[in-house]
């Protein structure tokens, strides 16, 4: 957790223009937990977590095949190979790709799991340009945050549905954290109980700005209405591209047989909105006050 506290101090500051950090920096302390192995497991019903100790990544198990949503880091690639070969499943039955965003953090496996087994890559249409371009928008030429490019074969927008064989997700346009940040929702089978599964894209201000030179044109309106969406929607289980939005490692502890699922946590996502729409008035407030200064 400290080391996670520290990456995230450094984001912040970046974020908000401070010179004492720079993305070399950020990445350099964040790089420990995102590429460190995590044990694969179950999650809930047919969703598997396979990602980092620090980056998520899902397999979502169809009675056709293999969706897999999010990759990580490139280097880290081989490491969730091993991760779905350790759950009993193949790589080569991964017949569908999804996104929530195009930042290299969730996008580094792309092109060589594409390559390998032919599966078809989904992302929201406004993040289309950024994966096969490779680069972070409004920085494209910054190779610290640039990413293997990768042909999207279908982009998506609100409501637009996926399915592969007896799964269907729901795609929601939630823009703020990408243009294109897309989260994902799907029913589950838990016992006997049917859950509502939202893989929420993301919230967070990160290494956007937001003021002068935006990262991407309507970006503050992008993000609030993002929150004003996602926040009254019925939601059992919170799931997200890091692991701490959710508190993935500690639910995990808690899995025991015949208890009830940790992960199913109805009031999770309204209060994680609500703490992110605080945070972002915070780091709008204080590139405000950093761009007039200057």
Known sequence: MRRLAAALCALALFSTGAQAQTIKDFLAIAM??????FEPFQLIGNIYYVGTDGIAVYVIKTSQGLILMDTAMPQST???KDNIAKLGFKVADIKIILNTHAHLDHTGGFAEIKKETGAQLMAGERDKPLLE???YPGDEKNEDLAFP????????????????GD??????????????CTSWEMTVKDGSQDRQVLFFCSGTVALNRLVGQPTHPGIVDDYRATYAKVKPMKIDVLL????????????????????????????ELATYITSLSE???KQLAKQT???EKK
């Open 32 to 37: 420990k937990k995102w590429t460190a192995p």
């Open 78 to 80: 081989g490491m969730i």
């Open 133 to 135: 371009g490779g680069y």
């Open 149 to 164: 490019a990768v042909k999207v074969d279908r982009t998506v927008k609100e409501g637009d549905k996926v399915t592969l």
């Open 167 to 180: 799964t269907t997700l729901t795609a929601h346009a939630t823009p703020g954290h990408s243009p294109g």
């Open 240 to 267: 997200g591209p890091h692991p701490e939005v959710y508190g993935m490692q500690a639910k995990r502890a808690q899995m025991k047989d015949g208890a009830p699922n940790p992960f199913v946590k109805p009031d």
């Open 279 to 281: 945070d972002f008035d």
């Open 289 to 291: 006050a950093a761009l």
